[in-house]
């Protein structure tokens, strides 16, 4: 959520916002809406230091009836300006609440085709067979079972089997072995959260459609990791910053207003496995620690052998909450073109001031910044079966990944019995 001073202070510049990014909110209305606030603030004030200056004369000198009457009428006055206070704040917070944060003057403007690619990395594999997709791939060696995943739930869900489960735990080891000695602590946080936990991490109002919700109940399943890991902190003051967490979660989403798109596979389904980099910072430290949180992700493509390109999104490619975001794109030889394996977003203070979250460390004081960047998903397992798969059906493991996989070289075809 955004400072009310930032707006009014910079209105033509939210306004841009606003406009770069896609959103209409009547800016206009929400500066009315405070002077209007504020005026009634400054009656509300002065009818309370009426009331005490009345209260002090009435000590020093018997009341008279006028004395009485004005006090109850002061009375009356300011329980009406408490009432209208408490109105236009919660309307005016409303408002503020479909502003999304301000983007770094670094964002590109545009949609997705505006976003630039600022490294690539790694050789882009040749192959002297045609390379087949991951769902081919995962079917032949019996490590994915989309059919029977549709037939447990619907469209979208799929099992993971054998070798690519223990490709999962692998990849997880190797991610948080790394990130452990950089102080993050892995937390596996509920799978469920409030709706004022997904308003706090900005995923309300204006991801509404994305989350899967439990009827009769005020709670859905997380999309992400991040979520969990800003509830827990709601309304709460931190004394020692930074704080890092590795977000240990399942995660699911409607994937509303995709369906048509990635369809084949399961690049895009309702339900994966991530590990998610979270941090809440100093204002003066969050440059750093989205450094930081890249540098994790590019480190574990670049082990893994995995091709990949390093992208800075543009304005409408930007969630709402997001200050400055990069992706980097795992190269897919079946699609022959990079696709999304993680994203990392440096969020600033938007996130805390919804979740009314502060920080005090010595005599600093204020809403922490936010990080939320991708560690691992389950994305990068099927980008390894595409990049390594060899011409018998066969997949050989990447060397880094070898002793997670307690020695295991390869993914052979399966004998039938």
């Known amino acids: 959520m ?11 510049a939210v306004k841009e916002n606003c406009r770069v990014r896609g959103y209409d909110v009547d800016v206009d209305a929400i500066l009315e809406m405070d002077r209007e606030r504020r005026e009634v603030l400054r009656r509300y004030e002065a009818v309370r230091q009426e009331s005490k200056n009345l209260a002090k004369q009435w000590k020093q000198d018997e009341g008279t009836e006028d004395r009485r009457a004005r006090a109850q009428a002061l009375k009356n006055e300011e329980a009406e300006h408490a009432g209208r206070l408490r109105e236009l704040e919660e309307a005016l917070a409303e408002k503020i609440a479909w502003l999304p944060n301000m983007l770094d003057p670094r964002v590109p403007i545009g949609g997705e085709e505006a976003n630039v690619v600022v490294r690539q990395v790694g050789e882009i594999p040749v192959f002297d067979f045609t390379p087949k997709s991951h769902e081919e791939i995962g079917a032949a060696l019996d490590l994915i079972d989309i059919p029977r995943g ?53 995923y309300l109002p204006f991801a509404d459609k994305e989350n899967f919700k439990l009827e009769s109940e005020d709670l859905s399943l997380i999309g992400t990791s991040e979520q969990a890991l800003l509830g827990i902190h709601l309304d709460e003051v931190l004394t020692e910053l930074p704080l890092l967490y590795l977000g240990d979660s399942m995660c699911f989403r409607t994937e509303a207003g995709s369906y048509g798109r990635d369809t084949a596979g399961i690049l895009r389904v309702h339900q994966f496995y991530k590990l998610e980099q979270i941090v809440y910072c100093l204002p003066e430290e969050s440059d750093k620690w989205h450094r930081i949180c890249l540098e994790n992700e590019e480190w574990m493509m670049r082990e893994l052998g995995v091709p990949y390109q390093v992208v800075l999104t543009a304005s409408g490619d930007t969630g709402a909450p997001g200050h400055l975001k990069y992706d980097t794109e795992g190269w897919f030889p079946a699609q022959g073109k990079y696709r999304e394996m993680t994203s990392n977003t440096n969020i600033t203070d938007y996130q805390t001031r919804r979740g009314n979250i502060r920080y005090k460390v010595g005599k600093e004081k204020g809403h922490p910044h936010t990080i939320s960047a991708t560690g691992f998903s389950d994305r990068l397992i099927i980008a390894i079966l595409e990049n390594f798969q060899q011409a018998d059906g066969s997949v050989r493991l990447p060397e880094k990944l070898v002793p997670y996989m307690n020695g295991q070289t390869v993914i052979a075809p399966r004998r039938k019995q």
């Open 2 to 12: 955004l400072d009310i001073k930032l707006i009014t202070q910079n209105p033509d």
């Open 150 to 202: 549709v037939n447990a739930a619907k469209a979208r869900f799929y099992c993971l089997k054998n070798e690519a489960v223990k490709m999962r735990y692998a990849l997880i080891r190797m991610f948080s072995e790394r990130a452990e000695t950089q102080g993050f602590q892995l937390v596996c946080p509920p799978f469920l959260a409030r709706s004022r936990t997904l308003f706090a991490s900005g």
